[in-house]
T-cell receptor, first 113, second 113 residues
């Protein structure tokens, strides 16, 4: 069964260090999302790609976060420098298009110490 | 931005009971999605609704797209222990010209044996 792959599953980093997360969407899915989920809350959209283009990064803290999807397939989300408040679950999702069901990966649990 | 309000926030029920939860939005949605999330995992899509008034089932789960387009309901019949988890509603988020998903804060379902 096709699924969204994310790595690593868990990451512990010290504050001020750089950290990166990787996502491989379901094959053929043009739309890719990165979400952040704080414990006890629903996921919040950080950035949305359509193929290799960013179509919405209005909620991405651009002073420290960056995201890319160079070939329109897999994607990387980077944080530099990490802050204590960045501790959260980072979820990647993909869909065939916009405004339709998105499928999520297992997420990366980030702990900043 | 759009707000999604889920209720109840948590439910404590006995195994075998039926469950009902709902989600309301501050604006009209054209898509309603229901997800279930287990601890430490990504959300899993349960049901997708694309038409006002639509009633869709997935096993013991039934969801409805409200005719006002501002609400949706999820029912679970004859609950079993594996139904434990957090249930999220989600709909298209209109920001920056894109349609990511905005999520409610979730309904935490706890089943007592």
């Amino acid at each position: 069964e096709a699924e969204v792959a994310q790595s690593p599953r868990y990451k512990i980093t010290e504050k001020s260090q750089a950290v990166a997360f990787w996502c491989d969407p379901i094959s053929g899915h043009a739309t890719l999302y990165w979400y952040r989920q704080i414990l006890g809350q629903g996921p919040e959209l950080l950035v949305q790609f359509q193929d290799e283009s960013v179509v919405d990064d209005s909620q991405l803290p651009k002073d420290r976060f960056s995201a890319e999807r160079l070939k329109g397939v897999d994607s990387t989300l980077k944080i530099q420098p990490a802050e204590l408040g960045d501790s959260a679950m980072y979820l990647c999702a993909s869909s065939l298009g916009t405004a339709v069901a998105a499928f999520f990966g297992q997420g990366t649990r980030l702990t900043v110490v | 931005g759009q707000q999604l309000n889920q209720s109840p926030q948590s439910m404590f029920i006995q195994e075998g009971e039926d469950v009902s939860m709902n989600c309301t939005s501050s604006s009209i949605f054209n898509t309603w999605l229901w997800y279930k999330q287990d601890p430490g995992e990504g959300p899993v899509l349960l049901i997708a609704l694309y038409k006002a008034g639509e009633l869709t089932s997935n096993g013991r789960l039934t969801a409805q797209f409200g005719i006002t387009r501002k609400d949706s309901f999820l029912n679970i019949s004859a609950s079993i222990p594996s139904d434990v988890g957090i249930y999220f509603c989600a709909g298209p988020y209109s920001g920056g010209g894109a349609d990511g998903l905005t999520f409610g804060k979730g309904t935490h379902l706890i089943i007592q044996p």
